[in-house]
């Protein structure tokens, strides 16, 4: 079997998205499945640069006359054409495939070539705004509105969870949409749990790892971790993995011994990768309030690892995680909250064992391969490719 992947990212790589598009990429290559790996980020490309220039000059003569700042890149016309773009000379190039794989909703070689269309991803961008409460501009319609085109002309729809499936269930007239459970974004084997409890058992580390310091919660995190070592003699650290200070105002930033900034750790370079993996294995739990997006996918590494996790009940956790079975679900944003389940957490030894341990076994069949080879069962099922 052929395919060619899309993402908007490099698949080969790492740190794109979490390490989603990098495992499933090498999951199918372990299905001998021949995989041909597509970057759709234009940035750089010789007609993006183009677009660029003429948008520049039109943007210079619009501000002769009106005030106003420009578009966000991600969010121009000229960024779709300049993908797009990229999609209809790759399929027209490569043609002998068995089917286009794409990890976006927001593009598609449907109207460029006759190979069977599939997308999996986590949200549609019409989801993604009904999240964050954002009322639909005329201009996020017609980004819905493509997302639609996409979805209801594909062969297959997979999505990383049950609450985006039920969400294009419900909304588009796609007939094919089933959710596929991602792997765990991680190289590291499983690790002996009673050893590794006991290890980390008496540590002082509070561990965050996240990109976007507002979408994740950073600012209630930090409130909530001076709130919770107050009342623990000040003897605790947080560590903040992939948030640079600078992306945070001066309440949250001023210098404090206790709060650790670890900025991006790079796990294709092996001393990152190493600080990265200490980080987790040394923690003695993981706090996340974040606001709703996206379910990070950290949350399985850490919990592989032994890692009690606290984190706020948004986004599809609740299809993941198990309420007081192995995870914390906070059900507000309230930094007093969140430093109230810290301190019971850590002052609730047989409470914070068991978490650790049912999340390191709720983590243990995770495991990508399983993820291409149910990925080829519903090919299979759909008769889009042969047994």
């Not at 499933?24 to 750089?44: A, E, M, N, T």
């Not at 996340?288 to 379910?295: K, L, N, V």
């Not at 192995?326 to 409470?351: C, I, Q, S, T, W």
Request: aromatic residues 10%; contains cysteine.
């Amino acid at each position: 079997m052929k395919i060619n992947l899309f993402s908007l990212g490099d698949c080969t790589n790492i740190n794109t998205w979490s390490g989603l598009p990098y495992y499933f990429y090498h999951s199918l290559i372990g299905q001998s499945i021949d995989v041909r790996p597509i970057d759709l980020d234009p940035s750089g490309s010789m007609t993006y640069e183009a677009l660029n220039r003429v948008t520049r000059a039109r943007d210079r003569v619009a501000r002769l006359f009106r005030s106003g700042g420009c578009d966000d890149v991600a969010r121009t016309r000229r960024y779709r054409i300049a993908v797009n773009h990229r999609v209809r000379s790759v399929v027209q190039t490569y043609r002998d495939v068995d089917l286009n794989l794409f990890l976006t909703f927001s593009f598609s070689s449907v109207r460029y070539a006759p190979a069977p269309v599939v997308h999996f991803c986590d949200r549609t961008y019409e989801q993604h705004l009904q999240e964050i409460g954002q009322t639909p501009t005329r201009r996020d319609r017609s980004y819905i509105d493509v997302d639609r085109y996409n979805i209801e002309r594909a062969d297959l729809v997979l999505t990383t969870g049950e609450l985006c499936a039920d969400f294009i269930r419900s909304r588009y007239r796609a007939t094919r949409v089933f959710c596929l459970r991602a792997g765990n974004s991680t190289e590291v084997n499983p690790p002996d749990p009673a050893r590794l409890i006991a290890e980390k058992a008496d540590s002082t580390d509070i561990l965050f790892i996240g990109k976007g310091a507002h979408k994740r919660g950073v600012d209630i995190l930090i409130r909530a971790f001076r709130m919770f070592n107050a009342r623990n003699d000040g003897r605790f650290s947080l560590h903040l993995v992939g948030i640079r200070p600078d992306e945070l105002s001066d309440e949250f930033r001023a210098p404090d011994p206790t709060i650790l900034f670890h900025g991006y750790l790079d796990r294709s370079v092996p001393a990152d990768l190493r600080r990265y993996s200490e980080l987790i294995r040394g923690a003695r739990m993981f706090v996340m309030p974040m606001r709703p997006g996206p379910f990070p996918g950290v949350i399985r590494e850490v919990q592989l690892q032994c890692t009690p996790v606290i984190i706020s009940d948004v986004s599809g956790g609740p299809e993941i995680l198990r309420a007081e079975h192995d995870a914390v679900l906070v059900d507000n944003l309230e930094p007093e909250a969140f430093a109230d389940e810290m301190y019971r957490l850590v002052h609730d030894g047989k409470r914070w064992r068991s978490l650790a341990i049912n999340g390191h076994t709720a983590r243990l069949n995770t495991t990508w391969s399983s993820t291409a080879e149910t990925f080829l069962d519903l090919l299979r099922t759909c008769n889009l490719v042969g047994d």
